[in-house]
Structure formats: structure tokens, C-alpha cells
């Protein structure tokens, strides 16, 4: 599997984005996924995950209630719904994979094995 990500842009406090992570390949429904975000000088860290099926998703604090994971396993893609966006939610948004054993979903970087390339979100005041 290899991720493509999009979607990223610049937006004003207070509205919202959407971004996509397709992917190709096989088997992309035994995926587990997941977004992350890094920010300029700043360490990389989890946003959301689902799992193989999308019945299982997890967000990090900072994002729970603003941000919906979703994926349509038939047209192999990844979706992060950002709404009520902060200037502190601007970074540069990554998209990762790993095969999972069974409906699970994954929460640490080194979780996972497959990273897309990162697409930039601007929030600004």
C-alpha cells in the first residue's frame, strides 16, 4: 500500500477542512490507520486512528469533538473532517498504515509501517 495525502489548505479560525489520504494497493480494508500532525519546531503526534473496518476510531484530546475520522474501504481512502479549526492546528497532516490481526486501531507512531506524504493546513486568527 502506498498513501497519497490532500486536502490541506489555508482557512480562517473557525472553519473547516477535509482531508483525504488515498491509497494503492491491496488489501487496504486490513489497514488500520491514521492521522498525525506535525507543527513547525515540533515533535510529530497522533491525531486520530480507526481501524480496519472504521467501527473503532480514537482522537487525541486536543482535536475530540472538532475532528471525525472516516474511511470508505471501497474506494480505499482516508478522510479527517476538521471543523472548528485553531491556529493551533496548523501543521503538516500525515496519513499511515499498518496491517492489522483484527479490528484494532493504533495510536503510536511506531504502530505503524506505511506514512504518506504530508499535506499543510494554515489556520489563521
Known amino acids: 500500500v502506498q498513501l497519497q495525502a490532500s486536502g490541506g489548505g489555508l482557512v480562517q479560525a473557525g472553519g473547516s477542512l477535509r482531508l483525504s489520504c488515498a491509497a494503492s494497493g491491496r488489501m487496504f480494508g486490513r489497514y488500520a490507520m491514521g492521522w498525525f500532525r506535525q507543527a513547525p519546531g515540533k515533535e510529530r503526534e497522533f491525531v486520530s486512528a480507526?481501524?480496519?473496518?472504521?467501527?473503532?476510531?480514537y482522537y487525541a484530546d486536543s482535536v475530540k469533538g472538532r475532528f471525525t475520522i472516516s474511511r470508505d474501504n471501497a474506494k480505499k481512502t482516508l478522510f479527517l473532517q476538521m471543523n472548528s479549526l485553531k491556529p493551533e492546528d496548523t501543521a503538516d497532516y500525515y496519513c499511515?498504515?499498518?496491517?492489522?490481526?483484527?479490528?484494532?486501531?493504533?495510536?503510536?507512531?511506531?504502530?505503524?509501517?506505511?506514512w504518506g506524504q504530508g499535506t499543510q493546513v494554515t489556520v489563521s486568527s
Open positions: 480507526t481501524s480496519w473496518s472504521g467501527g473503532s476510531t
Open positions: 499511515a498504515a499498518v496491517v492489522s490481526g483484527g479490528d484494532y486501531y493504533y495510536t503510536t507512531q511506531r504502530d505503524y509501517d506505511i
